[in-house]
C-alpha cells in the first residue's frame, strides 16, 4: 500500500506500509521469529542479514508508523526510552539540550542521571515562555526536546512557535507524541523533525508489550538513526513488534472511544462536590485548550484531578474504594487505570517543589479506557462518596 498518500488515518491504520506477504499471501505479517538469514554467496542476502540491524516484522511495524506519522522513516527499539536514547546519541559532548520542565520521569532521569554524565548539558525550562527558550539558545544548543500534553497536568506545548525558533538556529525539533498518539496530532506536518513514541502506551494499547519508536522525514538523520539502532542494540523482538502492528489495527476506533468517555468522565469530574481542579485540556479554562484546538484533533484519554479534601490519606481512599479502575503505572490500554503522581510516578521529588509544580498530594491521574462510561462514571462516584466520609 506504498506511503498511502492522500488515505484516512483509519485505512491507514490497517494498510499503511503493510503488504501480503509476498512469499505466503499472509494478510497479517508473519512473526520472523530468526535472528538470521541464509546467505546465497558471502553479502548476498535478501536484504536481511541479521536481526539486529533488520529484521521484516520490525519493517512492517516501522513502515506503518512512518505512514500513520507522515514520515518517511521508521525506527521501533525496546522501549520508548531506548528510543530517546537513541536520539540522544546523535549529539556530542558539549552540546546543549532544552526541554521543558516537566518532562515525562523517565526521560529527565535518563537526561539527568545518564547523559549529563557523558557531556550532554541539559536546560530545562517552560517551553511556552519564547522569551526564556530564546534566552538558553547559545552556539551550543542543538536541539529542542518538546512533549506535548505533558504528564500528569497535560499542559499543552505551541509545536509550531517552537519549530518556527529551531528553524532560525537551525536546531533538531524533537516531539515526544505518547500522550496524542498521531490520531490526534502529527508533529511532523507542524514542523518537527523527529516524533518519538513509547508504543507502550496507545499504540500498542493493550497493555502487553514495552516498545518504543522515532518516525521522521530527514534521510541523513534517519541513516544515522538507523546507525545507532544496530550499533547500539536496543531492538524490540518480532513477537512484540506483532503485538504492536495489531494493536495499531484499531487505534483510531480506540482513541475515539477514549476521547468520548475522557470527555463524560471529565464533565462528569468538574461538577462533583468532592472535586476541587479538573485538569482536562478539552475544557475552555485549561491552559492549554487554544493550543489543542489548533495542533490537535481531540483532546485524548488522559485526565488529572485533584480533591476538595487534599490529602495523601484522602487519596488513598478514593484509589482503594475503585472497582473498576486499577491502581497502575502506565496508561492508554483499553482498560482503565488510575495513578496517584505523589506516591507513584513522581515520588522522589522533595514535596515542597512536587506542590509548587502544581502536583498536590490529593492530585490523581486517570487512564480512561474503553469500558462503559456509565460504568465508569458510577465507579469514580462512589470512590469520590467515599473521599467526603
Ligand atoms: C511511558 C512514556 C515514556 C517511556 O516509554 P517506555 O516505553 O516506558 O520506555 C516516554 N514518554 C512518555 C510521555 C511516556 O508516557
Known amino acids: 500500500m506504498g506511503k498511502g498518500n492522500g488515505l484516512g488515518f483509519g485505512t491507514l491504520s490497517i494498510h499503511g506500509g503493510q503488504e501480503a506477504d509476498p512469499s505466503t499471501g499472509a494478510v497479517m505479517p508473519p512473526i520472523y521469529q530468526t535472528s538470521t538469514y541464509k546467505q546465497d554467496v558471502p553479502g548476498e542476502h535478501k536484504g536481511y542479514a541479521y536481526s539486529r540491524s533488520k529484521n521484516p516484522t520490525r519493517t512492517a511495524l516501522e513502515k506503518s508508523l512512518a505512514s500513520l506519522e507522515k514520515g518517511t522513516h521508521g525506527l521501533a527499539f525496546g522501549s520508548g526510552l531506548a528510543a530517546v536514547d537513541a536520539v540522544m546519541k546523535l549529539l556530542s559532548p558539549g552540546d546543549e539540550i532544552i526541554a521543558p520542565n516537566d518532562l515525562y520521569g523517565g526521560t529527565y532521569r535518563l537526561f539527568h542521571s545518564i547523559f549529563a554524565k557523558w557531556g550532554l548539558v541539559f536546560h530545562f525550562t517552560d517551553l511556552n515562555d519564547e522569551d526564556k527558550v530564546r534566552a538558553l539558545i547559545n552556539d551550543n544548543t542543538r536541539m ?33 507524541n505518547t500522550f496524542a498518539t498521531p490520531y490526534l496530532q502529527t508533529p511532523l506536518e507542524l514542523g518537527a523533525d523527529i516524533v518519538m513514541h513509547s508504543v507502550t502506551k496507545y499504540l500498542g494499547g493493550h497493555s502487553d508489550l ?5 518516525v521522521l522525514k530527514d534521510d541523513d538523520i534517519a541513516e544515522k538513526l538507523y546507525f545507532i539502532q544496530k550499533s547500539s542494540g536496543a531492538i524490540c523482538g518480532p513477537m512484540d513488534c506483532y503485538l504492536a502492528l495489531r494493536g495499531i489495527k484499531t487505534l483510531h476506533v480506540r482513541m475515539q472511544r477514549h476521547c468520548e468517555n475522557t470527555e463524560a468522565v471529565a464533565r462528569f469530574l468538574i461538577s462533583h462536590p468532592a472535586v476541587k481542579k ?4 478539552g475544557f475552555p479554562g485549561h491552559g492549554g485548550h487554544e493550543i489543542a484546538n489548533k495542533q490537535m484533533r481531540g483532546f485524548g484519554g488522559m485526565i488529572s484531578f485533584e480533591l476538595k479534601n487534599d490529602t495523601v490519606e484522602n487519596a488513598f481512599t478514593l484509589l482503594s474504594s475503585l472497582t473498576i479502575f486499577t491502581l497502575a503505572e502506565s496508561l492508554g490500554g483499553v482498560e482503565s487505570l488510575a495513578g496517584h503522581p505523589a506516591t507513584m510516578t513522581h515520588a522522589s521529588i522533595p514535596r515542597e517543589q512536587r ?5 498536590t498530594d490529593s492530585l490523581i491521574r486517570l487512564s480512561v479506557g474503553l469500558e462503559d462510561a456509565k460504568d465508569l462514571i458510577r465507579d469514580l462516584d462512589h470512590a469520590l462518596k467515599a473521599t467526603l466520609e
Open 144 to 176: 529542542i526536546w518538546a512533549e506535548t500534553p505533558t504528564n500528569p497536568l497535560l499542559k499543552l506545548f505551541d509545536i509550531r512557535k517552537l519549530a518556527a525558533i529551531k528553524d532560525e538556529h537551525n536546531l533538531t525539533l524533537v516531539v515526544d
Open 210 to 214: 514495552v516498545l518504543g519508536a522515532l
Open 278 to 281: 479538573v485538569y482536562w485540556p
Open 355 to 359: 506542590i509548587a509544580s502544581g502536583l
